[in-house]
């Protein structure tokens, strides 16, 4: 309990001396101006490195997609399509639902094609992502450590397997802190699919986990209030409400001449903030000033919670300011029906993320904006029911654009039948050490005090993978 | 510029005392500095030098390097390595632990002083310190030491400010204005002790005692992993609840809970407590390796063990022994062990007959009556019906060939019929779609299909969604002889409960009407083809004549075309122009368990199978059995056939009905029934060292039962049971657990422990600041010897008395001069001021306005929750159902904790998800809790109620304001609220329907006693006053 350990020291005396929540704002403005590369607004100040990103879009394909019908071709897959799958390559590892079936090769269900000047080998359902080969960096060699998906969902957001630790996007908030103060720093935005794929997602894969809650990911909703109690009460208008936050800020300001207490001043500020999430929010969810080329190059129906929608949304809220946005997309997990199922995501996905990363692009905002495509494992070579594929851990496939990472490289493989990273394997927490270097930030150095031990989001382990640094 | 936590450190390492002491000055350093590489963890010890050991540390290494020489610094390793110039300095640069001046001076100075070493202080046994007779204790350790550094205490705090503390610290609720001012009057010496005495009486204090204890042992109410669905664990929670209230010494306490299925004879009660080491999460995901669960499984018993009773982090010797404390590997495995007899398997199936594993019913005694006596007549309705089975087995023959040949010329067929108006009572908009083109989804086994088809008579309901709804659908059949009525459930992916209902978790009709010209059809057996039918919902229950039972597909049905299909008693004759009417009544306790698409169809046949898919008028078993000879049959066949024969012949309904209608009351009375997980002991599963944590790897060592080495060795004849694990707990031998209760005692009330970190004494937690009281309470708790009278050993109760009738728990908490110097007030020299927990700034709401029900234990409560929150939840999918009544307002303790969701005002407020053990909540300050305490409509429910009170008070701002903070406001804060209340009247005179939606809000009933922009503008006030910061925080 108690006195909130994480105490804003700049902002305290500076409140203390000015003693009232006016002061906030001309501090908050000031502080941006003086924001630059080397510094940041959270407990990671200055940074550890020149940072080259400031902020993470994370298109979390939830479910596992099939990196063999994504983004690792394996011609000789192919060639072994329906003989057994070599013992080698299997014996004493990990399965899932296919424990104690027999194990034959099953080859890639989809066509891949060159894209780009840079010859990209993507799968031709993705021509829109295969548009943009040029801007993007395929990681072939991921692996991870859990196989079913909520402890694979919580060691990819949290780096461990025991809930309680916070997630990335909370670790990122807590590291630089947010860009605004009229919005999260952290949100979290989710979209069903339509295959019926749809593996449970549970809080605790956006929780501050140890940190403050402040640090938490907010969901925003499409249906119903787009922020938890978002919304004033029924029969409270604007004016009522103001009125109402001002009362409540001036008894609170009362008090804190007595007692001269700076936990009271902070929640003054929190009420202001509430105040200005109230009046942001809505105008951040209104895509009505989007233009129609826009909604039409994403794909996006304002309102319909879908992934197109979401990218969309997810570009407004980087523009605002917010530090890591998270949009979860569900139903990838295709036990059966791989093909169709992939053909189907493939339709979901493919046009808004490559337009999310044109758009930043254009905007200027992508060479410090961090896109992250990708899900919590892989799927299997080997068949499942004869025509899906079973949970898979030891390879699959990530992309990347912007943000400090190479354009138009394709890194690291997997064994010849995609089964296990082979050519620099690339551990989640290689990734996660990575991902905060181009930050700012040293994953070793980024640390919370817990139970003795200094808890980080990569555990022990981790490299920064400076080949994939532009 | 020095932090606040550089301060404290300074403080607590530099204040009193000359000579450097290891476990105060050395240690804490070394632990971050050193241990890491030169520590207990083998694996990760370089140049072979250990430093935590006194003996090791003065060993030369491989190189010859000597790294302490007691008394000479300059020739001690340690000593010049840590002054090293460049790359030669330890801690090395890369390892980001730089020492400071200060620090290798310490160092240096300790070494020079000889490098005395000390046991861990927590390692060592507890020693009762003297004191002097008399004043409480607790005091003489708190002034002594602010008496060494020239900081007076504080005074008493103030009446007010005293009794609304120790209120909401022993009760979690704030006192009445008139136990205010019952407490200012009374001017006996002994006043505050008799307001100690009433709070720790009551059964709130046992509430508020259970909310901190429920977080160690990471009580919840649902299994956490995957479906995170609910499993039945409340009963433990009221075992807790009257562990608290009865005072039952911790000794028992803790025996019980870990092995209460062990204690001979056990009780009841005592196998009810042994839930707790089933409260782990669980998972029944498809596709998991039990091996890999069962170690998650045993690991999270180690973790909660270990931090609850040893304060220590043995979890982390999972994958390699203790970096810092002299934990091994082995100490994990062999703690695991202890374990290994609790009947579990990997997959834990969170549906049917073996869901959750060993349970325990508790059925109260006239349960257990009434059970009994419904089994028998249940025993004699089935041999009533057996018997009369045997009596028409003769007749079976004919009935198959006459059932196929009926089937086969199409007489069982459905026919869906075409509604001519659809109604519904409580304002859903209901839509006919007789003969146009729609869309459709399907979920069917893990796939979800899209396709357009006829709508084929089917209804829509959409817009306004209520709680429950009555849909009156009118059709014309035509010329027919009519016997049975199916409703057809369609789903839809947009529909969140379980794709049928528009809400909750299950699709509910309570009764099922028929009318045919204003005279009702009676039904005699009904029958639906979902395929995991709860006993609770059998379809007699749609006919019963009950509208509180009712005919559902709840969780888990996996027929993509779900049916009810209703007997009729006589065949239903219809002419060409008459006109039929269904009722389709959903009155259950679920909310929004109203069905969004349906179809109703009627067959003419005898006994059409619930099916609405042409040609599955019998079910496909039976129908392929009927066309194999009898003598060729397989059981199966056998049992499909006779089963069917039951149901679909004209002379057993009344039997069957029979056994139908005692089945349905068996389920509900059994549903009535608590069920608790328990432990279960089993021959012992054998337990390995898993190398690295890797479940996959056998190599490691198989270990027995087992303490932590270095802290004994049980002496049990054979293998240590967790009884034996329990009695060494709560042993002299163990040094920990007493000092581990009393440090997170001590944060209840001060709000952080005499050692900081409550989750680890070890080396890397801190040093206690006081650390002779830290074992004065230890010693206390375990034997009392102050004012013992009535106490008993391992008093819970009498160490909580001891601290709050303490002068230093007494002390006002106003800032002090001294703050600067003590910025964190970790001496104590005044009381702490900090944000009440989740559960309580509910309470504080709910009990301010009058909302509150206090019952007592019980099955958790459902609070409102925003819609929507549970969707990315599946298996199934589903909607939230909040409680009704009473239970909306019960105490936040009573909260269902949903793990992987936990209700999001209690989350904001940072409740933990009790996902694993909690034993330290953090206190956050966000503006996500502003709009929780400003827009949840619990909170605005509570302040409307509120105002309605003030309003009977005469609208006394001054009276509101007490009974919120238990004090009267000063002329500004009235000012500010009565011009709150002004503006806001003017504004509602304005705009009465706003002033209508405000007071309406919530389901407690709306005074009308009073002017509603009255009403509205004094809820705007009563709003404000929920809101201040100083009504959520204890001074």
């Not at chain 2, 002491?21 to 890491?36: G, K, S, V, Y």
Request: hydrophobic share 35%; glycine share 8%; net charge neutral.
């Amino acid at each position: 309990m108690k006195p909130s350990p994480e105490i804003d020291i700049r902002r305290r005396s500076f409140l203390r001396q000015g003693a009232s929540g006016l002061g906030l704002l001309a501090l908050n403005s000031l502080m941006a101006r003086a924001q630059g590369i080397t510094t940041s607004h959270g407990v990671v100040n200055p940074l550890h490195f020149p940072a080259k990103a400031r902020r993470v879009i994370f298109l979390y394909q939830a479910g596992g997609p099939s990196h063999l019908e994504t983004f690792d071709w394996k011609p000789k897959l192919a060639e072994m399509h329906g003989k057994p799958m070599p013992p080698s390559f299997t014996k004493g590892q990990q399965i899932a639902q296919l424990q104690g079936r027999p194990l034959i090769c099953y080859g890639p269900q989809l066509k891949f094609q060159r894209f780009g000047k840079c010859g990209a080998e993507i799968c031709e359902h993705f021509p829109n992502i295969g548009g943009i080969a040029d801007e993007i960096c395929i990681l072939r060699s991921m692996w991870t450590e859990q196989i079913n998906h909520d402890p694979a969902h919580t060691v990819m957001n949290t780096g461990s397997i025991i809930a309680g630790r916070p997630s990335m996007g909370s670790w990122v908030f807590y590291g630089l802190g947010a860009e605004t103060e009229n919005l999260p720093g952290f949100v979290v935005l989710l979209s069903q699919g339509t295959g019926g794929q749809m593996q449970p997602i549970a809080s605790r894969q956006w929780s501050a986990g140890i940190l403050p809650s402040k640090f938490q990911g907010v969901k925003m909703n499409s249906a119903g209030d787009p922020v938890l109690y978002i919304r004033n009460p029924r029969g409270v208008n604007d004016a009522i409400q103001k009125d109402s936050i001002d009362s409540i800020n001036a008894l609170n300001e009362a008090e804190y001449k007595t007692l001269q207490d700076p936990e009271i001043l902070t929640r003054v500020s929190q009420y202001e903030m509430a105040f200005r999430m109230q009046a942001s929010v809505p105008d951040l969810m209104d895509m009505s000033k989007e233009p129609a080329s826009v909604l039409e190059r994403y794909g996006a129906h304002p309102g319909d919670g879908s992934f197109a929608s979401n990218c969309l949304l997810a570009r407004r809220l980087a523009e605002r300011g917010v530090r890591f946005i998270q949009l979860y997309h569900r139903d990838w997990d295709h036990h059966a029906k791989v093909k169709s199922g992939v053909e189907y995501k493939a339709r979901e996905v493919d046009r808004p993320t490559a337009a999310l990363i044109g758009d930043l692009k254009e905007r200027g905002m992508l060479d410090d904006t961090i896109v992250i495509w990708g899900g919590e494992f892989g799927r299997t070579p080997m068949s499942q029911g004869g025509d899906g594929r079973d949970h898979h851990i030891k390879g699959f496939s990530f992309m990347v654009a912007g943000g400090g990472f190479k354009r138009g490289l394709t890194y690291g493989t997997t064994d010849e039948l995609g089964y296990a990273a082979e050519e620099n394997p690339m551990s989640v927490h290689d990734f996660h050490a990575t991902m905060l270097y181009l930050l700012g930030i040293d994953h070793k150095r980024l640390v919370k005090k817990y139970q003795g031990l200094d808890v980080r989001l990569t555990g022990v382990t981790g490299d920064v993978v400076k080949d994939i640094l532009a | 510029m020095l932090t606040r936590a550089m301060l404290s450190a300074l403080l607590l390492t530099t204040l009193g005392g000359a000579e450097v002491r290891f476990n105060r000055d050395i240690r804490p350093i070394m632990a971050e500095t050193c241990f890491r590489c030169h520590g207990p963890d083998k694996s990760s010890r370089m140049a072979g030098m250990r430093l935590d050991i006194r003996d090791e540390a003065l060993k030369p290494t491989a190189r010859g390097t000597v790294p302490i020489v007691p008394g000479d610094p300059d020739k001690s390793g340690i000593i010049q390595r840590i002054f090293a110039p460049g790359a030669r300095v330890m801690p090395p640069p890369y390892a980001h632990k730089e020492l400071t001046e200060k620090q290798k001076a310490t160092i240096r100075q300790w070494v020079a002083e000889g490098a005395k070493y000390e046991g861990h202080w927590a390692y060592q046994s507890v020693l009762r310190p003297a004191v002097p007779v008399g004043a409480n204790p607790i005091d003489y350790f708190i002034r002594e030491r602010l008496a060494r550094e020239g900081m007076p205490p504080s005074p008493e705090a103030d009446r007010r400010t005293l009794i609304r503390r120790v209120s909401l610290d022993l009760t979690g609720i704030p006192p009445t204005s008139e136990e205010v001012a019952a407490f200012l009057k009374d001017a006996s010496p002994n006043a505050y002790e008799k307001v100690v005495d009433r709070l720790m009486a009551s059964p709130r204090y046992a509430e508020q005692q259970a909310m901190h204890w429920l977080d160690d042992v990471r009580y919840a109410d649902t299994c956490g992993f995957h479906g995170d669905n609910a499993f039945p664990a409340w009963p433990y929670r009221d075992y807790v609840l009257h562990a608290f209230r009865d005072n039952k010494p911790f000794d028992e306490f803790t025996r019980e809970q870990l092995a209460g299925d062990l204690i001979p004879n056990a009780t009841r009660e005592q196998k009810v407590a042994s839930a707790f080491n089933r409260l782990n999460r669980t998972s029944a995901e498809g596709g998991l390796q039990p091996k890999e669960y069962l170690a998650k499984y045993g690991a999270d018993r180690v973790r909660t063990v270990s931090a609850v009773w040893l304060g220590s982090t043995l979890g982390c010797a999972e994958c390699h022994d203790h970096k810092f404390d002299p934990f091994t590997s082995r100490d994990f495995y062999s703690m695991k062990a202890f374990f290994a007899d609790i009947k579990e398997t990997g997959l834990v199936p969170d549906r049917g007959a073996n869901a959750w594993g060993s349970l325990l019913p508790l059925p109260s005694p006239e349960q257990d009556a009434k059970l009994k006596a419904l089994q028998r007549q249940l025993e004699t309705a089935r041999a009533q019906l057996a018997e009369k089975m045997s009596s028409l087995e003769p007749a079976r023959a004919a009935w198959e060939k006459q059932l196929l040949a009926r089937y086969e010329a199409g007489e069982l067929a459905w026919k869906n019929q075409r509604p001519l108006t659809a109604k519904s009572a409580n304002g859903a908009v209901l839509t006919i779609h007789n003969d146009d083109e729609l869309n459709f989804t399907s979920y069917d086994g893990g796939d979800l299909s899209a396709f357009r088809a006829k709508a084929d008579g089917l209804v829509i309901a959409s817009g306004p969604n209520p709680d429950n709804e009555t849909y009156t659908v009118t059709f014309r059949p035509g010329e027919g002889t009519w016997r049975e009525l199916g409703i057809e459930l369609v789903q839809d992916e947009s529909l969140p409960g379980i794709r049928l209902a528009r809400g909750a978790d299950r699709a509910v009709i309570s009764e099922l009407e028929l009318d045919s010209g204003g005279r009702p059809v009676p039904f005699r057996s009904g029958m639906a083809n979902v395929s995991n039918q709860a006993p609770e919902h059998l379809p007699v229950a749609a006919f019963d004549g009950d509208p509180k039972t009712g005919w559902a597909v709840n969780t888990y049905n996996e027929v993509p075309r779900v049916m009810l299909a209703l007997r009729m008693k006589e065949p239903l004759r219809t002419q060409a122009g008459d006109v039929l009417t269904v009722r389709i009544r959903q009155d259950s306790d679920y909310r929004r368990a109203t069905i969004g698409r349906f179809r109703i169809a009627l067959s003419s046949g005898e006994y059409a199978w619930p099916n609405p898919e042409k040609g599955k008028e019998i079910p496909d078993a039976v129908r392929k059995a009927l066309n194999v000879p009898e003598d060729q049959r397989t059981e199966a066949q056998k049992k499909a056939v006779e089963a069917h024969y039951q149901w679909a012949n004209d002379d057993a309904w009344a039997e069957v009905d029979r056994v139908a209608r005692l089945e349905l009351a068996e389920a509900l009375l059994e549903q009535q029934i608590p069920r608790v997980v328990v432990s279960e002991s089993v021959e012992p599963r054998e337990t390995r060292i898993l190398p690295r944590g890797n479940f996959l790897d056998d190599t490691g060592d198989v270990v027995a039962p087992a303490i932590p080495a270095f802290l004994g060795k049980l002496d049990t004849p054979g293998r240590a049971t967790r009884l034996d694990l329990a009695n060494w707990l709560i042993s002299p031998a163990n040094p920990l657990t007493a000092r581990v209760y009393a440090n997170r005692l001590w944060r209840q009330f001060f709000g952080t422990g005499i050692s900081k970190v409550l989750d680890d004494v070890g080396s890397q937690g801190e040093w206690p600041t006081h650390p002779e009281l830290l074992d004065w309470m230890a010693a206390e708790f375990m034997h009392p010897e102050y004012q013992p009278a009535g106490t008993h050993p391992w008093d819970m109760k009498h160490l909580v008395r001891t601290i709050v009738t303490s002068a230093t728990y007494r002390q006002a908490s106003l800032p002090l001069p001294s703050d600067e110097k003590d910025p964190e007030n970790r001496l104590l020299a005044r009381q702490n001021r900090y944000r009440v927990d989740a559960e309580v700034v509910r309470d504080i709401a709910l009990s301010v306005s009058g909302l509150i029900v206090e019952k007592f234990g019980g099955p958790s409560a459902k609070p409102y929750q925003p819609d929507g929150y549970l969707a990315t939840l599946n298996f199934p999918k589903r909607e939230y159902s909040a409680s009704h009544g009473e239970d909306l307002y019960r105490r936040g303790v009573y909260t269902f904790w949903q793990r992987s969701f936990l209700h999001p005002s209690l989350l904001t407020f940072d409740a933990p998800t009790r996902e694993e053990c909690t034993v330290n909540r953090v206190n956050s300050n966000t503006p996500l809790q502003a709009l929780v305490l400003l827009n949840d409509p619990i909170y605005v429910e509570a302040a409307r109620v509120f105002a309605a009170r003030i309003l009977q008070h005469g609208g006394s701002i001054d009276w509101a304001f007490e009974r919120a903070v238990s004090r009267p406001p000063t002329p500004e804060e009235r000012r500010i609220l009565t011009g709150l209340r002004d503006r806001t009247l003017t504004r509602f005179q304005r705009d009465p329907s706003a002033a209508q939606q405000l007071i309406g809000e919530g389901e407690a009933p709306v005074s009308h006693a009073f002017p509603p922009e009255e009403l509205a503008s004094m809820t705007t006030v009563a709003r404000a006053i929920l809101n201040m910061h100083e009504t959520i925080t204890r001074n």
